[in-house]
C-alpha cells in the first residue's frame, strides 16, 4: 500500500487566489512527522512546512498552511494568494518513528507529487 | 547560514564507470541522508549517516554505497553504474535525522549514465 497518496497529478490557480493540495498517508506508527517541499525546475527542494503527528494545532508558515485531519489521515497544503513563483512540483512527505521493529531515521518517503501551475 | 551543498552539480560518465557524489550539510547538523529521483520511480531513500555510522538503509543494491566524514560531510559512491542509475541525487541534511527533525536538501547531483 502506498504510504503517502497525492491523488492531484497537476493543478492549476489563479495567481492570487488559494489552492489546496491533496496529501493522505497511510501509517501505524503513533509518531510521525509530515513534511511539504516544493521542488522548481530547477530541482532543488525546497522545505515549506512540517506538522508532527502529537501537534494539536494546524501548522502554519508565511502564505502556507497545512490542514491536518488525524483521523481521517489527511495533511492537505493551503496555499494562499499564490503568485506567478509558487509554480513548480509540491511533494508531501511522511517520516515513521519506528518502522517493523527498526529505525526510520532521516528517511522521508514521498508522495508522487503534484504540478502546481499559477497563471497571471 | 549556509545551506546543504552539493558537488558536482552535472555529470555524464558511461556504463560501468563509478562515481563519487559529495555533500556538505549545514553547519550543525549531524544527519546526512541521501536520495535518489527518477520519472519513473520518484524520490527513494538510499541511506542516512550519523556521526560517520550508517543508520538507516533503502532498498538499493550494493553498487551504492557511502560515508561520512567526522566533519559531517558525506560521500555516496556508485559503482558499476548501469543505464537505470541516471537520476537526480539529492542529499538531505538535519539536527539528528530524528522523527520530528526538518530535513534541508541540497541542490542535487545530475547524473547522466550513457
Known amino acids: 500500500a502506498q504510504k503517502i497518496t497525492q491523488t492531484q497529478p497537476g493543478m492549476f490557480v489563479q495567481e492570487k487566489e488559494a489552492v489546496t493540495l491533496d496529501c493522505t498517508y497511510d501509517t501505524s506508527d503513533p509518531s510521525y512527522g509530515l513534511f511539504w517541499y516544493k521542488q522548481p525546475s530547477s530541482g532543488e527542494m525546497i522545505f515549506l512546512i512540517y506538522q508532527g503527528s502529537y501537534d494539536q494545532q494546524n501548522a502554519t508558515e508565511g502564505r502556507y498552511s497545512l490542514n491536518f485531519q488525524k483521523a481521517r489521515k489527511s495533511a492537505n497544503l493551503v496555499i494562499s494568494a499564490s503568485q506567478l513563483g509558487d509554480s513548480a512540483m509540491y511533494f508531501c512527505a511522511m517520516r515513521e518513528g519506528r518502522v517493523a521493529g527498526g529505525t526510520s531515521y532521516g528517511k522521508l518517503t514521498f508522495g508522487q507529487g503534484t504540478i502546481l501551475t499559477v497563471h497571471p | 547560514k549556509a545551506g546543504v551543498t552539493q558537488t558536482p552539480r552535472y555529470l555524464i560518465k558511461t556504463r560501468g564507470q563509478q562515481v563519487t557524489l559529495s555533500c556538505s550539510p549545514i553547519?550543525?547538523?549531524?544527519?546526512v541522508s541521501w536520495y535518489q529521483q527518477t520519472p519513473g520511480q520518484g524520490l527513494q531513500f538510499l541511506f542516512e549517516y550519523f556521526s560517520e555510522t550508517q543508520r538507516n538503509k533503502g532498498n538499493f543494491p550494493g553498487r551504492f554505497s557511502g560515508r561520512q566524514f567526522s566533519n559531517s560531510r558525506s560521500e555516496m559512491n556508485v559503482s558499476t553504474l548501469e543505464l537505470g542509475d541516471s537520476a537526480l541525487y539529492l542529499c538531505?541534511?538535519?539536527?539528528?535525522?530524528?522523527?520530528?527533525?526538518?530535513?534541508?536538501f541540497g541542490p542535487g547531483t545530475r547524473l547522466t549514465v550513457l
Open positions: 553547519s550543525g547538523h549531524r544527519s
Open positions: 538531505a541534511s538535519s539536527l539528528g535525522g530524528d522523527t520530528h527533525d526538518e530535513q534541508f
